[in-house]
């Protein structure tokens, strides 16, 4: 009896190991990168069904042989200002690496119709935040969103919405909206404040108190600048929200935060890192292009938009001709195409620079849905741009340096409202196989603002939970493993 239990034992023990060799996908021979714990190896990756099975410098048998040699393993690109949730958009983003993206500025209302208009269709994983233009519509102007996003000005009632003040009444139902979505999955709150001229201050320092109660995180694009004469504008409409966070409580992220500051954007970014060391839950992001881009029938072009911002008509481009606006050219879009959009050529270099090299802020797109023959290109270029960019040509940054803020730290943004992202961003055993494979040799951008809609080269392969999508550089057919990100509805 004992020698036939020892027999059983002795068989079992060998047995595990073989069952363990064999995997659904095996990347072999890589340099994995793995920015959270710093792993930077030639390794073998062994996946079996959405996880990261085994890490290992031993061979792995699986049913399906990737041959990494030559390239970086990585994490997921995770970007959290993303527009473009659609096919065509989410093509570009997983052609640039891009494993997740989260519309966390403009949101979505009701995030359950957007869900469901994007579950089973999807290339990469999603979420969105809770609109504050999509409740502002609901509330004053009665006219709810359609899922995602709200529109900018097309209609009087989207004017109204986003121009006309609230009443007290009218302000406890729009923090009501909005907490009503994060409670169904949304991701935080999404302000665009200078699109909504007629948001007091108190409006948004209400949505700041309900934020620090649901410990789900604000994400903002501050107040327009207003026409003063005084220097450091941008400074005051970013000290709003960072006193909001700072009285409150609430987690911050102001977005794109050199399109905000422009020049004075070093003292942004010096606030920001102040606020971190007095353990304030503030953070930002940026995108590595000296242009931004929004609707031309946006209230950003309400009238000052020359003196508040330093630029004028000849500093726009269309993306769909490549051309630069004139008086004319940019009334008749304004008024025939409000929503389309338009490229704004207003940051400095040096501006850019800098902060792509400042290891406190994040990567993120802010990449516009692609509705015409053209938009932005850093919906389609962002994050092999850097990579090309500044990692290989200048070497502004590292390039572990640089993952990590593309991986691990817009991961690290969402975990307190989302468990999911406690598995995205990172190469470790148990993680999800969200895995993005390039040479760092040739990686680069090719979008441009004359030719926006060309996919980035030099991203291999780009796994979704552990599936394909981007396979020898080609997008692979009718693959859509995206899955939902969603929110707890409580942070911690």
């Not at 353990?279 to 020359?306: N, V």
């Not at 990172?426 to 951008?445: C, E, H, I, K, N």
Request: hydrophobic content about 40%; aromatic content about 6%.
């Amino acid at each position: 009896m004992k020698t036939a239990l020892f027999l059983a034992t002795a068989l079992a023990a060998f047995a595990t190991p073989a069952l363990a060799e064999t995997y659904d996908v095996v990347i072999s021979g890589g340099r994995v990168m793995d920015p959270e714990s710093g792993r930077d190896e030639i390794a073998n990756v062994g996946i079996i069904g959405n996880r990261i099975a085994e890490i290992s410098a031993t061979p792995l048998k699986g049913k399906r042989k990737i041959d990494a040699r030559g390239l970086v393993v990585a994490p997921g690109f995770v970007d959290l200002h993303a527009h473009g949730q659609h096919d065509k958009g989410q093509q570009f983003q997983v052609l640039d690496g891009v494993t997740t993206a989260i519309d966390a500025e403009g949101g979505a209302m009701p995030v359950q119709a957007f869900v469901g208009a994007m579950k089973g269709h999807a290339l990469i994983n999603f979420g969105a935040s809770a609109s504050h233009q999509c409740a502002r519509m609901e509330v004053i102007a009665a006219a709810p969103c359609k899922g995602h996003g709200a529109t900018n000005g097309e209609t009087v009632a989207d004017r109204k919405a986003y121009t006309a003040s609230a009443t007290p009444e009218q302000q406890k139902a729009i923090v009501a909206a909005l907490d009503r979505e994060v409670a169904a999955g949304a991701l935080g709150y999404g302000l665009g404040i200078e699109y909504t001229p007629g948001a007091g201050r108190s409006e948004i320092y209400d949505i700041f108190k309900a934020a620090a109660e649901t410990r789900a995180p604000v994400f903002v694009h501050v107040r327009s600048r207003p026409l003063d004469p005084a220097p450091g504008v941008p400074i005051a409409v970013a000290q709003e929200v960072i006193a909001n966070a700072a009285i409150t409580g609430a987690p911050l992220q102001i977005v794109h935060l050199h399109s905000t500051g422009l020049k004075d954007t070093p003292i942004l970014i010096d606030m920001v890192k102040h606020a971190q060391a007095r353990g304030l839950d503030i953070t930002s992001e940026a995108y590595p292009y000296t242009a931004g881009s929004t609707s031309i029938g946006s209230e950003f072009f309400r009238d000052g938009w020359q003196e508040r911002s330093g630029i004028s008509y000849g500093d726009l481009q269309w993306p769909a001709t490549g051309e630069r606006l004139t008086k004319e050219t940019f009334e008749r879009y304004r008024r025939e195409q409000p929503n389309a959009a338009v490229v704004v050529h207003m940051i400095p270099e040096d501006v850019v620079d800098q902060i792509i090299a400042e290891p406190a802020i994040s990567i993120a797109s802010d990449g516009m849905p692609w509705r015409t023959s053209g938009e932005h290109p850093r919906g389609a270029g962002t994050y092999a741009r850097v990579l090309g960019r500044y990692v290989r040509e200048r070497g502004t940054l590292d390039l572990m340096a640089a993952l990590r803020k593309m991986t691990i730290m817009p991961a690290q943004r969402l975990e307190g409202i989302s468990p999911q992202m406690a598995k995205k961003g990172r190469v470790s055993v148990g993680a999800d196989a969200d895995l993005t494979l390039f040479d760092p040799a040739t990686v680069t951008d090719v979008a441009t603002f004359e030719k926006p809609m060309q996919a980035s080269r030099g991203i291999r392969y780009v796994l979704v939970n552990g599936t394909p999508v981007v396979d020898g550089g080609k997008l692979s057919n009718k693959v859509f493993p995206g899955e939902a990100i969603l929110g707890t509805g409580k942070g911690r």
